[in-house]
């Protein structure tokens, strides 16, 4: 499974942005999908998993409110809405494809990684 994210991008705080993660094979939506995020210096950091059907979803407390992850079973895609952002949300966004079909936040559940989109909230 190749996975590509996209959608980051510079924008300022309060703004939005809509991160897609495209997978290869359909074989992936049978799986859950999650997004994490590092930021220079720190750890990486679980932010938002969806199970196979969408009917799971989990979110850290920090983006809660904020973020939306969804995904189209039909376009292998998987979606993160993200708004009201903060500048420290500024950081490289990866989506990873689970090893089962319901997630969890232990990034190394993780069987398959995108290469990540910088997002960046400054003024």
């Known amino acids: 499974v190749q996975l590509q994210a996209s959608g980051g991008g510079l924008v300022q705080p309060g703004g939005s942005l809509r991160l897609s993660c495209a997978a290869s094979?359909?074989?992936?939506?049978?799986?859950?999908v999650g997004w994490f995020r590092q930021a220079p210096g720190k750890e990486r950091e679980f932010v938002a998993h969806?199970?196979?059907?969408?009917?799971?979803?989990d979110y850290v407390d920090s983006v809660k409110d904020r973020f939306t992850i969804s995904r189209d079973k039909g376009k292998n895609t998987v979606y993160l809405q993200m708004n009201s952002l903060k500048p420290e949300d500024t950081a490289v966004y990866y989506c990873?494809?689970?090893?089962?079909?319901?997630?969890?936040?232990?990034?190394?559940?993780?069987?398959?990684w995108g290469k990540g989109t910088q997002v960046t909230v400054s003024s």
């Open positions: 990873a494809v689970h090893r089962s079909s319901f997630g969890s936040r232990w990034y190394k559940d993780y069987a398959f």
């Open positions: 094979r359909r074989t992936s939506s049978n799986n859950a």
């Open positions: 969806i199970s196979w059907n969408g009917g799971t979803r």
